[in-house]
T-cell receptor
Framework: QKEVEQNSGPLSVPEGAIASLNCTYS??????FFWYRQYSGKSPELIMF????GDKEDGRFTAQLNKASQYVSLLIRDSQPSDSATYLC???????????FGIGTKLQVIP | DTAVSQTPKYLVTQMGNDKSIKCEQN?????MYWYKQDSKKFLKIMFS???????INETVPNRFSPKSPDKAHLNLHINSLELGDSAVYFC???????????FGPGTRLTVL
């Protein structure tokens, strides 16, 4: 079982729709959860981080964490073509402090 | 002002050569990382240093040797390059080991 799993996509959504990106992780000691966006040919950049169960909102982005189900998601409201990128889920385990990335989900927002 | 910089941006070399990639951060962060992103875009951690001390060393061939002369710099030296080493190598830094990471622009290494 992979430590951090994401569907590689592509996930296609029409402009203005909600894009829902999902990530599951295997280690129950996981403590910190990050979503990075990576445009083609560029480096990853942080979108959101979440540490506690529940929702965290920042503008059009909402991160959701459910530690019991070992599940973290990212919702993008009012999706724009400029949101088209690969979204990487990253997880840090307590104590070890190693960050593990998922394979990333490629999002395509269709105008 | 570039927060995390890497040189060179592109590196094309022959099998068997030795090469180095340099990384510098001006964010005052304590922790620095090297990642490899292969052709399938999977981002895998290779090494992590905290205040010049190696804290993570993943299963990486010993042809790869990181060096941290001070906490603002983390260089990567690769001996006897192989075809499979072709990838994009990213340097990153964070304030602490559990904090968000800031990535450099990447170094695209091509081994012929």
């Amino acid at each position: 079982q992979k430590e951090v799993e994401q569907n590689s996509g592509p996930l296609s959504v029409p402009e203005g729709a909600i894009a829902s990106l999902n990530c599951t992780y295997s280690d129950r000691g996981s403590q910190s959860f990050f979503w990075y966006r990576q445009y083609s040919g560029k480096s990853p950049e942080l979108i959101m981080f979440i540490y506690s169960n529940g929702d965290k909102e920042d503008g059009r982005f909402t991160a959701q964490l459910n530690k019991a189900s070992q599940y973290v998601s990212l919702l993008i409201r009012d999706s724009q073509p400029s949101d088209s990128a690969t979204y990487l889920c990253a997880v840090i385990v307590v104590g070890y402090q190693k960050v593990t990335f998922g394979i990333g989900t490629k999002l395509q927002v269709i105008p | 002002d570039t927060a995390v910089s890497q040189t060179p941006k592109y590196l094309v070399t022959q099998m068997g050569n030795d090469k180095s990639i340099k990384c510098e951060q001006n964010l005052g962060h304590d922790t620095m990382y090297w990642y490899k992103q292969d052709s399938k875009k999977f981002l895998k951690i290779m090494f992590s240093y905290n205040n010049k001390e190696l804290i993570i060393n993943e299963t990486v061939p010993n042809r790869f040797s990181p060096k941290s002369p001070d906490k603002a710099h983390l260089n990567l030296h690769i001996n006897s390059l192989e075809l499979g080493d072709s990838a994009v190598y990213f340097c990153a830094s964070s304030q602490g080991r559990g904090d968000e990471q800031f990535f450099g622009p990447g170094t695209r290494l091509t081994v012929l």
